[in-house]
C-alpha cells in the first residue's frame, strides 16, 4: 500500500462523515502491519463532547478487530488540518513510529510521525507499576 493510495482511502472515508455542527468533513486510513485497512470519519454530536474523531474511529475499529501494530494512518481535510491532541495520544499509545500522512482535500500530502507530532507524549511507562 503506497501513501498515495492510503491518502486516497482517507479522502473516501471523508466522504462519509457526519459534520453538521462544524462542516469539518474529517476522513481516516489506518494501515495494520498485517496489511488490513480501517477507514474511519468523524461522526459529531449535539452533545458536542459525544462527537468522535475520524482517527479514532479508524484505530478502534482496527483495535476491535483484533489489531495492536500500525504502520501507517492518512488523515484527509478540507485544508490539511493535523490530528487534535486527543487522537495524537490514542495514536501515540498504539504506535510512536506510525507514519502519519496528512492530506488536504485535494490529495496534496505531507508526511510526519506520532512522534514527530507529539514529542512529549504520556506513556504506559509513566504509569507507576
Avoid at 99 to 110: L, P, Q, S, T
Amino acid at each position: 500500500m503506497t501513501p498515495e493510495q492510503l491518502v486516497q482511502l482517507a479522502l473516501e472515508a471523508r466522504r462519509r462523515a457526519y459534520a453538521p455542527y462544524s462542516n469539518y468533513f474529517v476522513g481516516a486510513a489506518v494501515l495494520a502491519d498485517d496489511g488490513t485497512i480501517y477507514p474511519g470519519c468523524n461522526v459529531e454530536n449535539a452533545a458536542y463532547p459525544s462527537t468522535i474523531c475520524a482517527e479514532r474511529v479508524a484505530l478502534t475499529s482496527a483495535v476491535a478487530n483484533g489489531k495492536r501494530c500500525f504502520s501507517a494512518i492518512a488523515v484527509a481535510t478540507s485544508n490539511g488540518g493535523t490530528p487534535c491532541g486527543s487522537c495524537r495520544q490514542v495514536m501515540a499509545e498504539l504506535g510512536l513510529d506510525m507514519a502519519v500522512y496528512i492530506a488536504d482535500e485535494h490529495g496534496n500530502f505531507r508526511t510526519t510521525t506520532v512522534r514527530e507530532l507529539l514529542p512529549e507524549y504520556f506513556g504506559p511507562e509513566h504509569l507507576p507499576a
